[in-house]
């Protein structure tokens, strides 16, 4: 059985023929990304001949969900959303080792890691697939979670913290005037990806939610300085500190949606140690991506199914690619009674504040076919019955429509499933025998 990591994972799709190994000279400034990009939702790509680095860059890993779907023995979509909501409510704690391959060896600069220049009017290189792990002070409980990081020099980052989890954190270490420990794990497992990129409740390790999904098979490694967790077969890890009060330009950067994100001040963080397994490789993650719609959006997915499925019966539920995977989402559903759909609207905005667009259809569209999706508001709604619009509610910072001061915008539902008042065959889709 593959271990658990980045590596075991590659292996396993070499083995499906799902890698591309570019086997040219490529440059981390805007050459892999634009590679990246253009094979996006295709095979995993490896790049193993990058100028002036001596490591590889992987990217493209999970730009497919059917993959996270297999590598945890899932079946399908709703099967994985049960799982990884089971995990984040029943988390496993892991086996704890005092070794690992990354200590095999160190580098010296941020600079000796391929970190990518992406889009042209980006800030700087940025991490991407950094999961930055820190421990609350009064708890003891351990936090992961995915931040972009923008090289400032050879051991200085801007990291992009919003309030949530690891801002609470680095504020209590803030009221004891006192720099936030942080590891930064660089290559790691899809389903250590999939944990940090969700959102459990606070005082749930996000690594323990991973152990879960894997059934009990994840690693974890202490390192001996700062004594933070992190996963054995990591590629790399960095250790460093974020500044009690240090902040610096952090941005323009590409989000999710495509478009680029305000320049904010921001937290240092002060990097201490790198280190870096033997032939590790730097794991790249391409902004608004497949790969960072898949792994950004699929907790939402299994909210909004859970929201859901106590009003109606979901058969579907998907962040439109349209969407930037984030702001619309369609959802079928075997409608039984009148109200249905938009009691489901109503829900899936209560499971993620962020959407500002929901449509509804019948069990019959699929939720991935934007064809089939537009033919059901179009011969199934009527916009005098079937609208429903929330004015002045809190949005999402990634819509640039958006009031970026207060965030308010307004939100759309449509009620895209045909009327129980009149008999299946007025709406059927025509098929020929």
Not at 200 to 217: I, K, M
Not at 323 to 336: D, E, F, Q, R
Not at 374 to 399: C, H, M, N, P, Y
Request: a neutral charge; hydrophobic letters at 40%.
């Amino acid at each position: 059985m593959h271990e658990v990591s980045l590596r075991g994972f590659i292996k396993v799709l070499e083995e499906r023929d799902e890698v591309l190994s570019w086997n040219s000279s490529v440059s981390v400034k805007y050459d892999i990304s634009r590679i990246l990009k253009k094979y996006d939702e295709g095979p995993a790509l490896i790049f193993p001949y990058v100028k002036d680095y001596e490591i590889n860059v992987v990217g493209n890993t999970i730009s497919k969900r059917s993959r996270l779907i297999w590598a945890s023995g899932a079946t399908n979509d709703i099967d994985l959303y049960l799982r990884l909501l089971k995990a984040c409510n029943q988390p496993l704690r892991a086996n704890v080792y005092s070794d690992a391959p990354f200590m095999e060896s160190r580098l010296k600069s941020l600079y000796e890691l391929p970190i990518l220049l992406h889009y042209e009017r980006d800030g700087g290189p940025y991490i991407t697939s950094g999961i930055v792990v820190a421990r609350d002070p009064e708890t003891d409980f351990q936090n992961a979670s995915f931040h972009r990081m923008m090289v400032i020099d050879d051991r200085h980052l801007a990291i992009r913290i919003v309030p949530r989890h690891l801002y609470r954190i680095h504020e209590k270490y803030k009221e004891r005037r006192k720099d936030t420990p942080v590891a930064i794990m660089i290559g790691t497992h899809p389903l250590v990806m999939l944990s940090a990129a969700s959102s459990p409740p606070y005082g749930v390790n996000e690594l323990y939610v991973a152990n879960r999904l894997v059934e009990n098979r994840l690693e974890l490694t202490t390192l001996p300085d700062s004594g933070l967790e992190v996963t054995r077969y990591s590629e790399i890890i960095i250790e460093g500190r974020i500044l009690k009060d240090a902040f610096h330009d952090e941005g323009p950067f590409v989000d999710i949606t495509g478009t680029y994100d305000i320049v904010r001040k921001q937290p240092v963080v002060e990097v201490d140690r790198i280190f870096l397994r033997e032939g590790g490789m730097y794991q790249a993650l391409l902004p608004a991506s497949s790969e960072h719609r898949i792994l950004m959006g699929f907790f939402r997915e299994a909210l909004i199914w859970s929201y859901a499925s106590r009003v109606a019966e979901v058969k579907a539920v998907r962040l439109t690619k349209g969407g930037c995977g984030w702001l619309h989402c369609v959802i079928s559903v075997k409608k039984t009674t009148e109200g249905d759909a938009k009691n489901v609207i109503l829900a899936a905005f209560a499971a993620h504040p962020s959407l500002k667009m929901v449509i509804v259809v019948d069990d019959d569209v699929n939720v991935d076919d934007p064809f089939d999706v537009e033919w059901a508001i179009a011969t199934r709604f009527q916009a005098d019955k079937d609208l429903v619009i929330i004015e002045r509610v809190r949005g999402s910072s990634l819509d640039p429509s958006a009031n970026q001061r207060t965030l308010l915008t307004a939100k759309l539902g449509i009620d895209a499933t045909r009327t129980l008042e009149k008999p299946y065959k007025d709406f059927e889709k025509a098929r020929i025998p």
